[in-house]
């Protein structure tokens, strides 16, 4: 897997962005490791799936898919698509993202000239793990209830819209799916281990099935099937889906999140645990979907901020911080990272979305007491929004 990252992350493929010459460069990289591995091709043309669009500047716009690619406005990326052939009635989809931000641009964090965004965990990582899962299938012949097609999917960064491209367009009967598995941002496993698991609603099967088969991970579980990556794009087709992420970091959409910073050792668990998972599921026949709530939707709406960033993987009680922005409410009060929020005015905190709903409540110019807990300490300051 160290090897499919460093490759893909190096600044030959120029930060994967859809639609330029460093994202057919990984597409053919991907696509000859899938012909190395025995692996059929399952695009419209060989390995590959293309899909042309143009691009919007409203988020709010769904992106309209074009069959003319002449004008220059519009944008054509590029699906990478295998498929093993079990003979068997349902197919498992298992995808991820292999595009990124090029040199910056729209998307990125970064503050200053631009710079190739390698994109080590974002998403080179869970193209990795996807090609090490499909040698490991095909190898392991005891996985033959299920035929497995695995995707590659451009776009995710402006959109999910590779993901999307392809079930709209399937290349292979897409009713036929039992479920999906995504991994995205699967390459810094913490110290504690914590691995989010996005979609655990999707099937009643689901959370005894994660629990019987973990070894070792400390899982933040979400019940629903709607998030910021390309599993969404099957669960809007009633599709059970599971999708992996070790959460965000200093790197994120950043030129810096390169291929030396990754916990290859935790991908590896990574790797294990989705195995255990397949396997168990394999002889299960065809799995229960089951609708969930929009978590997002439940996010209320702030006129102030703290000026932190959530350690949106803690499962303590409160809320932790995993970085404090300068010169912001959070930083004037002393508040530092690894802090842990336990009261803000008279409201306990229990987790992150009890904070959200309590930071809800304050307005610009209200000062507020915050209790955190702080090397075993409680701390109490004083915040001014």
Do not use: C
Not at 140 to 146: G, L, M
Not at 176 to 190: A, E, F, K, P, S
């Amino acid at each position: 897997m160290k090897e499919d990252v460093v490759v893909l992350s190096s600044d030959d493929m120029q930060g994967r962005e859809t639609g330029t010459a460093g994202e057919l460069k990984a597409a053919d990289y991907i696509a000859q490791r899938f012909e190395d591995n025995g692996l059929l091709a399952k695009g419209t043309d060989g390995y590959f799936q293309d899909f042309t669009f143009k691009p919007s500047s409203n988020p709010h716009e769904e992106t309209e898919f074009l069959t003319d690619r002449s004008t220059d406005s519009t944008v054509t990326g590029r699906n990478v698509v295998a498929y093993l052939d079990n003979g068997a009635e349902r197919t498992v989809a298992i995808g991820a993202h292999y595009d990124h931000l090029g040199m910056g641009g729209f998307g990125s964090l970064h503050r200053g000239e631009n710079a190739v965004h390698n994109g080590a965990d974002d998403n080179a990582s869970g193209i990795a793990m996807l090609l090490r899962l499909a040698l490991e299938l095909k190898e392991n012949e005891i996985k033959e209830q299920n035929n497995y097609v695995f995707i590659a999917f451009s776009g995710e960064e402006m959109g999910l819209l590779g993901s999307s491209y392809w079930v709209k367009n399937a290349t292979l009967d897409i009713s036929t799916v039992n479920y999906m598995i995504n991994m995205d941002m699967v390459g810094r496993l913490n110290e504690e281990n914590t691995l989010a698991v996005h979609g655990v609603g999707t099937s009643p099967i689901f959370k005894q099935t994660l629990m019987s088969n973990n070894e070792g991970l400390n899982l933040s579980e979400f019940e629903s099937g709607i998030g910021p990556s390309d599993f969404t794009s099957f669960y809007v087709y009633d599709i059970p889906v599971l999708s992996f992420f070790t959460g965000q970091h200093e790197d994120y959409h950043k030129p810096d999140d390169d291929a030396e910073k990754l916990n290859y050792e935790g991908m590896d668990m990574i790797l294990g645990y989705i195995e255990r998972i397949i396997m168990d599921l394999d002889d299960n026949g065809k799995l229960a979907f089951r609708k969930t709530k929009n978590e997002s939707e439940e996010v209320p709406a702030f006129k102030v901020g703290l000026g932190v960033v959530p350690d949106y993987l803690y499962t303590g009680k409160g809320m932790r911080i995993d970085g404090v922005s300068e010169d912001k409410p959070a930083q004037k009060a002393g508040l530092l990272k690894g802090d842990v929020v336990k009261k803000m005015g008279d409201s306990t905190v229990i987790d992150l979305m009890s904070y959200m709903k309590v930071l809800s409540t304050f307005e610009n110019g209200q000062k507020t007491k915050v209790v955190v807990e702080r090397d075993g300490e409680m701390i109490e300051v004083e915040v001014e929004f």
